[in-house]
C-alpha cells in the first residue's frame, strides 16, 4: 500500500511539474519554456535536496523535529551574504560573479562542516553534542548577522531581504548544471544504502547489533546531509522548514518511514509544493517571488503542529 | 565461549567496571544477577561492542569485539538492550525482519521469511503482526525486539532484562523459549535477571555482579545462598529447596 502512496505522490509531482512549465503559454514560447525548464530544474533540485537530507538527519538522530538547518549551515550562508552586501554594498554585491558567490557559500558551508563536525565525529561525540554545537554556531552567526545588517545602509537592505529566504527566480545555467549533478550523487548514495538506514533508524545499539559500523555510516550520512544543504542553499538560499514540511506529509501519506518509501515519496511531495506552489503563485496571483515565504510560513505552521501533537520525536 | 579477560570501564572519569575477568561457556543459559548500578547492563555492552573496550579483552568465539568487522559479529552475538530505542512507526513484523539484515542486508529472501514467520510463531507474536509498535502494550513490544533477537539467528544471545514489563505467563513463556533454544538449538543465552528465582529456575550458571564486579560465579546451587546473596542485595533472605528447586521468598 506504501508503495502506491508513492505513485500518487509521484503523480502530483508530475502534474504540478507540467502545470508549471504549461501554463499561460505566451509569446516566445520556445524561450518562455526554457527559461521555465531552468527554473524547474532549480526547483525540483531544491526539493530532492532538502527532502532527502531532512530524512537522513532526521533518521541518524531519531528525531522527527529536526530540520538540517539545526547544523547552522543556513545561518553561515545568510552571514556570508550580509558581510558581502556590508563590504560591497548593493550596488557592488549585485555586481559579483554569480558562479563565484556559488562557490564561496559552498566552499564556507562545507569549510565549515569539515572543520566543526567531522573532529566532533572522530572524537565519538554523541551526535547530541554535535548538534548542539551546530545549533549554538547558528546563534552566533545569526547574531552576528543582524549585527551587520544594522550597520548596512538602508538602500542595500532591501538587497540582503532578497537573499534570506529563497529564489527561485535567477537560476544560473551552469550553476544549476553543477548542483543537479552533486544532488542526484547524494541522492543516489542514499537510495542505495536505504535498507542501511532503516537500520539505524533503530538507534546505535540496534544498529550495531545488527552489523553496521556507527560511527562511519553517521559520518557518510553527515556528510550528504552537509552536501545537499550546502548545494541547495548555494543555489537558491535557505529553507528552513520546507523539509520538515515535506518529510512530515510523506509519513503522513505513506504511514512509514521505511526509506525505500520515505525518500521518495518526500522528494516527489517536496516537488509538488515548490513547483505546484511557484505555478500558483506565478499564474494566479502574478507574483512569484515569495514562495520561499510562504513554504517557510507552512513549514514553521506544521513544526508548531508537530510540537503541539506530541510527535516529538 | 564468552571470554572476559581483565576488563575495567571508565565513564565520565567515574570508574564502573574493576578488572572483570570471566568465563562463560557455550550452551548454557547464564543469568547476570546483582542490584541497580552494578555495572550488568555495562558489562554486556561492552561484551556487544556497544561501548568501545578501554582495557582488557574480550573474545566470543574467538572473535575479539574490538577487532572483528561489526557484520561478522552480528551473524555470531546479538543483543536486546533495556533502551529498545525508537521505532515506532515500524510494524512488528518489519522489526522482526531487522533480524535477517546481517543476512541478507535489507533484501528478504524466502528463508528469511521462514525465520521470520517462525520468530513470530515462536514468540506468539503472529496475530500482531501487521500493527505498529507505538499500539502495542510495553509487553508485547518487549517480545517484538526479542523475537527480533531471536530472528537474527545468531549463536550467542545477550539480553538486558527481557522480563521487564511481561506478565507472569508471557514471562514464564520467555523463560521456557529461552531454555528450549539452549537445550535444542545448543544457543548460548546471557540474561539479565532481577527476580532471582527465574534466575534459580532456569538458569546453568549464575553470575553476581556488585559494584562493578563480579562477585560470585556459579551454578545456582553455589551462588545463591543466604550468605551470598545478603553480600549482593544486603539483607538477609532464607533459601528454600522444593524439590530439585531453589525457591527465596526476598520481599517479606
Ligand atoms: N554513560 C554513563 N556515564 C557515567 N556513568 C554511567 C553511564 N552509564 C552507566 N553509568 C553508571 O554505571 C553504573 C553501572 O550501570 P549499569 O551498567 O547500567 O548497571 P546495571 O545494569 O547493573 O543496573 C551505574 O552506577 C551507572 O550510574
Ligand atoms: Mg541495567
Not at chain 2, 561478522?72 to 512507526?89: F, K, S, V
Not at chain 2, 539467528?153 to 506478565?167: H, S, V
Request: proline share 4%; glycine share 10%; charged share 15%.
Amino acid at each position: 500500500m506504501a508503495e502506491r502512496r508513492v505513485w500518487l505522490a509521484a503523480a502530483l509531482a508530475l502534474l504540478c511539474a507540467a502545470a508549471f512549465l504549461g501554463l499561460n503559454l505566451r509569446g516566445n514560447i520556445a524561450f518562455v519554456l526554457e527559461l521555465r525548464a531552468l527554473k524547474l530544474l532549480a526547483l525540483v533540485q531544491v526539493a530532492v535536496a532538502v527532502a532527502v537530507a531532512t530524512v537522513l538527519l532526521q533518521t541518524i538522530t531519531g528525531n522527527r523535529i529536526l530540520t538540517p538547518s539545526i547544523m547552522g549551515l543556513d545561518a553561515l550562508y545568510l552571514l556570508g551574504q550580509t558581510a558581502l552586501v556590508f563590504l560591497l554594498g548593493g550596488i557592488g554585491f549585485a555586481a559579483v560573479d554569480p558562479r563565484l558567490k556559488f562557490v564561496i557559500a559552498l566552499a564556507a558551508m562545507v569549510g565549515l562542516a569539515a572543520a566543526v563536525f567531522l573532529p566532533l565525529v572522530r572524537a565519538r561525540h554523541s551526535l547530541t553534542v554535535l548538534l548542539l554545537t551546530g545549533a549554538l554556531l547558528g546563534i552566533l552567526f545569526r547574531s552576528l548577522s543582524s549585527l551587520l545588517a544594522r550597520l548596512i545602509d538602508p538602500n542595500d537592505f532591501a538587497v540582503l531581504q532578497g537573499v534570506s529566504y529563497a529564489n527561485f527566480n535567477a537560476p544560473q545555467g551552469e550553476l544549476l548544471a553543477i548542483g543537479a549533478v552533486l544532488t542526484a550523487v547524494a541522492a543516489a548514495v542514499a537510495w542505495r544504502q536505504r535498507h542501511v538506514l532503516d537500520v539505524m533508524a533503530l538507534g546505535p545499539a540496534g544498529a550495531i547489533s545488527l552489523g553496521v559500523d556507527w560511527r562511519w555510516s553517521v559520518a557518510g550520512v553527515l556528510l550528504l546531509v552537509v552536501l545537499l544543504v550546502a548545494v541547495s542553499t548555494a543555489l537558491v538560499g535557505p529553507v528552513a522548514f520546507l523539509g520538515l514540511l515535506v518529510v512530515a506529509l510523506a509519513e503522513r501519506l505513506t504511514g512509514t518511514r521505511r526509506h525505500a518509501v520515505l525518500l521518495p515519496a518526500a522528494a516527489c511531495i517536496a516537488v509538488t509544493v515548490l513547483a505546484g506552489g511557484q505555478a500558483v503563485l506565478q499564474h494566479g496571483l502574478g507574483g512569484a517571488s515569495t514562495l520561499g515565504v510562504v513554504v517557510e510560513f507552512l513549514g514553521g505552521l506544521v513544526f508548531l503542529l508537530l510540537l503541539a501533537t506530541g510527535n516529538r520525536r | 565461549m564468552i571470554a572476559i579477560d581483565g576488563v575495567s570501564l571508565t565513564l565520565q572519569g567515574t570508574p564502573i567496571l574493576h578488572d572483570v575477568s570471566a568465563t562463560l561457556p557455550k550452551g548454557e543459559l547464564i543469568a547476570l544477577i546483582g542490584p541497580n548500578g552494578a555495572g550488568k547492563s555495562s558489562l554486556l555492552s561492552l561484551v556487544a561492542r556497544l561501548i568501545p573496550l578501554q582495557s582488557g579483552r574480550i573474545t566470543v568465539d574467538g572473535l575479539p569485539v574490538d577487532r572483528t568487522p561489526g557484520r561478522r559479529l552480528a551473524r555470531t552475538l546479538t543483543i536486546m538492550r533495556q533502551d529498545t530505542g525508537l521505532a515506532a512507526r515500524l510494524t512488528v513484523r518489519e522489526l522482526v525482519g531487522f533480524g535477517r539484515f546481517p543476512h541478507s542486508r535489507g533484501r528478504l529472501t524466502d528463508e528469511d521469511r521462514r525465520h521470520i514467520a517462525a520468530a513470530l510463531a515462536e514468540f506468539d507474536l503472529t496475530e500482531l503482526a501487521g500493527r505498529t509498535l507505538d499500539a502495542l502494550s510495553g509487553g508485547q513490544r518487549q517480545r517484538a525486539f526479542v523475537a527480533m533477537a531471536f530472528c537474527q539467528g545468531t549463536d550467542y544471545l545477550l539480553l538486558d532484562e527481557p522480563l521487564n514489563n511481561l506478565d507472569m505467563m508471557y514471562g514464564r513463556q520467555m523463560m521456557r523459549i529461552l531454555r528450549h533454544l539452549v537445550d535444542r538449538q545448543g544457543r548460548t543465552v546471557v540474561i539479565v535477571l532481577h527476580d532471582i528465582n527465574y534466575a534459580a529456575a532456569y538458569a546453568d550458571r549464575i553470575v553476581a555482579m556488585k559494584d562493578g564486579r563480579i562477585i560470585a560465579s556459579g551454578p545456582p546451587d553455589a551462588v545463591l545462598t543466604t550468605d551470598g546473596l545478603e553480600a549482593m542485595y544486603g539483607y538477609r533472605m532464607p533459601v528454600h529447596r522444593i524439590g530439585d528447586r531453589l525457591f527465596i521468598p526476598h520481599h517479606d
